[in-house]
């Protein structure tokens, strides 16, 4: 233990922040119809951010700021009460505030997903998911990704139930001191 908590300060005197993410891809071109939603759910685009803000999930309540000029946002209801949210961004704000994946004018990203805690375990993530991606491919996209943290076991096995693939690993390493991160990419699929 004494030699594995050396290493973590050895390591902390040179790395400021690192992140590892496992990369989704799923092509939009297969889709033909959106996914059937079982009552009493429903699954529509958000038209603003008030239906978030009064959820009584606090995860819900922090995705609020994920609005903007080129995204998409969408939830999932029972009995009119908001379950889930997630939101597809694409375009300039994109490039200008997150660019983490390059993408062409025909992808978009998936960029955040929460389900309410007391909803969580009914496949409501999938259906989300799912209802995004057929929306995407509506609006002329053909590709669409997510970046998921590594570890993040509930949020990976949803998008493989949606049917999405692991396209890639990104391992980014930002060093103290120099400020453009070191980044690693194994793609494991086009």
């Known amino acids: 233990m004494r030699i594995l908590n050396s290493l973590r300060w050895l390591v902390g005197l ?4 690192y992140l590892i993410f496992d990369i989704y891809k799923y092509d939009l071109l297969g889709i033909k119809e959106p996914p ?3 009552a009493p759910y429903k699954l529509s685009q958000l ?3 008030d239906e978030i803000l009064i959820s009584e999930d606090t995860d819900l309540r922090k995705c609020h700021s994920a609005i903007n000029a080129d995204s998409r946002g969408f939830g999932i209801w029972k ?3 908001l379950l889930g949210v997630c939101w597809i961004w ?3 704000y ?3 505030k997150r660019n983490f994946l390059p993408l062409k004018s025909d992808e978009a990203e998936l960029v955040f997903l929460s389900v309410a805690k007391s909803a969580r375990g009914e496949g409501l993530a999938k259906l989300l998911i799912q209802h995004a991606s057929y929306y995407t491919k509506q609006n002329q996209y053909n590709k669409i990704y997510a970046r998921i943290w590594h570890s993040n076991t509930p949020s990976i096995r949803s998008f493989q139930n949606a049917g999405w693939f692991k396209h890639s690993k990104v391992i980014q390493i930002h060093v103290k001191g120099i400020s ?3 980044r690693f990419t194994k793609i494991f699929s086009q």
């Not at 040179?14 to 922040?17: F, T």
Request: glycine share 4%; charged share 30%; hydrophobic share 25%.
């Open 36 to 38: 059937s939603v079982p």
């Open 14 to 17: 040179v790395v400021k922040e």
């Open 180 to 182: 453009k991160p070191l």
């Open 47 to 49: 038209e603003s951010t």
């Open 94 to 96: 994109y490039k200008k």
């Open 79 to 81: 009995n009119n009460l």
């Open 90 to 92: 694409s375009g300039e």
